[in-house]
């Protein structure tokens, strides 16, 4: 059975203090790492898809890396508006996505 | 704007009551698809759809029923046999199904609870 566990579950950060958000997985055939951001009340928006193990993807103050076990979402320099739940999921040969349960990452101003 | 829209963004539940979510999506995907969020918990898959009048159960299958007449849109009915039906439902659209690697794109979800 396919899992992805995401943590730590939530991440207080300074303004302006770099960190990163763990992804590990178990997922047969992996075809793709999905990451997401989701603020309150909201659907998940789409970040960056991976895949294959040494591939990274950047956007603004994120940036997405992939092994063979794991993923890393790094938050460099952080704003008060990075604040959401990033959530990962990886898709394989199950047909479906499987999702983590999330990292809420709040950055205090 | 392409997008996905669910509606209505809050619904209400009585007892021995059945409720249908909507979601239509204007980006031409092929591929549409049925969560339910709950606390805490990873996003489950409830139904999924690859084409027109065709649908496969997801994990959580029991107790919602969906169609799908046209591919611009897949309701989904929460039955009264949905025992535990409070939580945040999300619909999702890909370009082709889940076999692929293409991302799936949510819509901004309907909140369901229980009178």
């Known amino acids: 059975e396919d899992q992805v566990t995401q943590s730590p579950e939530a991440l207080r950060l300074q303004e302006g203090e770099s960190s990163s958000l763990n992804c590990s997985y178990t997922v047969s055939g992996l075809r793709g790492l999905f990451w997401y951001r989701q603020d309150p009340g909201k659907g998940p928006e789409f970040l960056f898809t991976?895949?294959?193990a040494g591939e990274e993807k950047e956007k603004e103050r994120l940036k997405a890396t992939l092994t063979k076990k794991e993923s890393f979402l790094h938050i460099t320099a952080p704003k008060p508006e990075d604040s959401a739940t990033y959530l990962c999921?990886?898709?394989?040969?199950?047909?479906?996505?499987?999702f983590g349960s999330g990292t809420q990452l709040t950055v205090l101003p | 704007d392409g997008g996905i829209t669910q509606s209505p963004k809050y619904l209400f539940r009585k007892e021995g009551q059945n409720v249908t979510l909507s979601c239509e999506q204007n980006?031409?995907?092929?591929?549409m698809y049925w969560y339910r969020q709950d606390p805490g918990q990873g996003l489950r898959l409830i139904y999924y759809?690859?084409?027109?009048?065709?649908?496969q159960k997801g994990d959580i299958a029991e107790g919602y029923s969906v169609s799908r007449e046209k591919k611009e849109s897949f309701p989904l009915t929460v039955t009264s046999a949905q025992k535990n039906p409070t939580a945040f439902y999300l619909c999702?659209?890909?370009?082709?199904?889940?076999?692929?690697?293409?991302?799936?794109?949510f819509g901004d979800g309907t909140r369901l609870s229980i009178l």
């Open positions: 759809s690859q084409i027109v009048n065709d649908f």
């Open positions: 999702a659209s890909s370009i082709s199904g889940p076999y692929s690697n293409q991302p799936q794109h």
């Open positions: 980006l031409n995907h092929d591929a």
């Open positions: 999921a990886g898709s394989g040969s199950a047909r479906q996505l499987t």
């Open positions: 991976l895949y294959s």
